[in-house]
């Protein structure tokens, strides 16, 4: 399964893709709005958006990118790795 996560810390990307792993999910971590970004999206099964650290152009390229797509769209104002870990355990299959 392949996650993208938009949004949170900048410190926890290493600890937001392990813990991804332990779910044997592959993990994209955007914690920054890059100008690549809209191109290295892709087609995950799950997006995660942390919107409470994400700018409003963030969200907006970040829907526009799966809109159209099977992709599971998941938001939650905290981007705590106890958030990320429910959310995994909810839609981690």
Known sequence: ????????????????????????????????????????????????LFTRTMSHKMMRCALSETKGQNTVVVRSQSSSMSALKNILETYAI
């Open 1 to 48: 399964m392949s996650v993208v996560i938009v949004g949170g810390n900048e410190c926890m990307v290493r600890q937001y893709k392990n813990l991804c792993k332990e779910y044997s999910c592959r993990a994209k971590v955007f914690t920054k709005m890059t100008a690549e970004m809209r191109n290295k999206i892709g087609t995950p099964d799950l997006m995660v």
